[in-house]
């Protein structure tokens, strides 16, 4: 059968906004490589257009050329309403094609999805490999009733067939490494902070997170850790450098140190086996020791992202986080020291936060130094979004809207300027430094960096500008969607 899977096409623009797009980028779908590998191997035809990467009209042209049976569509909370959008104009064109959509934002809303999209005909949630598979080898039969697992798809009379809830994959070894060759690889730049050498590209190398930080969903796809072998994330990396020549890897494990132990053996790994590229990961401050950051670093280790969220520690016991000030000072200093570039996320707008802790977390935030910093406003997904209304104003009940740096919640101990203000003076005193800019400096040489000190350039200007006419028009509730 000919599948075709999509990412909606959605700019950095809309994705983020104008200031946060100069610094942003994309890389591979890991999701749709997964699961079109698993279709290629079952002997399918498939084929993935990556909506980062490519216009509508490509993707409408790329439809037609190939003539897929069953298109899958992915989205994440922010393209949903480009999900909409899409499956309206494919069914337009094309009504025999049988649209299936899964990801995370179908995964929180389930069966309740199909009512939300008139021209699709099913929809997943959860892991997608099996069911996507099992769905597609029962799909060309019109009359099917039986219900098949982690999906929901409208019947021939115009109910619905829900399937039950399909269990975690445990044995993540089984699935096939994600075939690079269904996307043009190397052409992708992720973002300003995600790469150092090019070509850059995306691995997972395990499922899920332990922690339970409030406004985020790593449970979606399974509740707890599950872990690929090391052996097997090495053969991955090994299929990236030898057929791609990749040079600098991106690990978008929700933690990547939880497991310290295994982090040992990957980093053994590649040292022994002299395996010729730089890595970056996310992190937590209670995950690391100086002697782990130590053997990353002399793997290739060049940069760590830790989730700090603030520098007040009644803030961080909001969020459960589960981490201390002190730590996340400590875990820093600790793997600057160990020659590993340091970004570091901060939110504001915690339910309780008040204008003076937001100021306090800057001016911390300006101590840890980290190389790179972002800051977001909080946004309340799935269940957090109920919790929420106790502690703040909503400003938009429609997640859809989200984009990624939009203001959507405002707890009851800050005001909405105050918020905003927040977010302009964090990005401006943080990056208007000489600190900074001497340390962009220092880097110029390098044609990457080079090219990066203009993005962020640009990004500064874009920042100005968009400051100025927020004051001009006395809105400082910065961040559309
Ligand atoms: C890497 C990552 C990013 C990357 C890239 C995201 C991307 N373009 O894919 C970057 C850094 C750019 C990013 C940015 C953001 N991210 Co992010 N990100 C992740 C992360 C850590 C991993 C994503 C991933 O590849 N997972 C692994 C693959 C295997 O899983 P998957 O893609 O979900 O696919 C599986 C299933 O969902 C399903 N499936 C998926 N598609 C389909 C389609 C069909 C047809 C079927 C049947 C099944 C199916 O099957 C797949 C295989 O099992 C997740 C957390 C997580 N663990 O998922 C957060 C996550 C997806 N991000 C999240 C958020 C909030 C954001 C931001 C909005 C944050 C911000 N404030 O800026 C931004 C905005 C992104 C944007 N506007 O596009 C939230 C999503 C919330 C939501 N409801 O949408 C998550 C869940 C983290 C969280 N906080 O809880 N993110
Ligand atoms: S540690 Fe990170 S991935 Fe895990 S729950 Fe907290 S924010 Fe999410």
Redo the contacts with the bound molecule.
Sequence with gaps: MKIA?I?PP?TLEE??NKVVAHM?G??P????L??GTMLKQAGHDVMVYDG?IMSFDAIMAEIGHFAPQVI????????WPKVKFLSAKIKERWPKINI?????????IKENALSELPNVDAV?W????Y??LD?VEKTHDPRRTQPIDG?AFRLMDGSVAKGRDREP?TDLDALPIPDRTMVPVTKYVS?FE?YKRLPVT?I?TA???PFKCI????S??GKGVRYRSTEKVIEEIEYLLTNFGIRDVAF???TFTVNKKRVFEICECIIEKRLDFIWSA?ARADCVTPAMLEMMARSGCWKLFFGVESLVQKNLNTLRKGEGVKQIFEAVKWTKKAGIEVEASFIFGIPGETFREGLETIRLAKILDPDYAKF?FL?P??DFLKEAKIYGTIIDED?TR????AMRFIPFSMSREELGELYYRAYRQFYLRPKMAWRRMKKICDPIEFEKSINGLRAIAAFVIEELKSRTFKKRGYGKA
């Design positions: 899977l990412l959605i994705r983020y942003a994309s890389l779908p890991l999701g749709l997964s699961i980062s899958g569509i992915t989205a994440m909370t922010v393209m299936i959509v899964g990801g995370v934002h179908a995964t929180m997943a959860g892991e997608g490999e069911s996507m769905y999906i994959i973002a995600q995306n997972i499922r899920g997170c406004f985020c969903l790593p979606l796809l978008w494990d929700d996310q977001f946004t997904y799935g997640q989200y984009g990624g740096s």
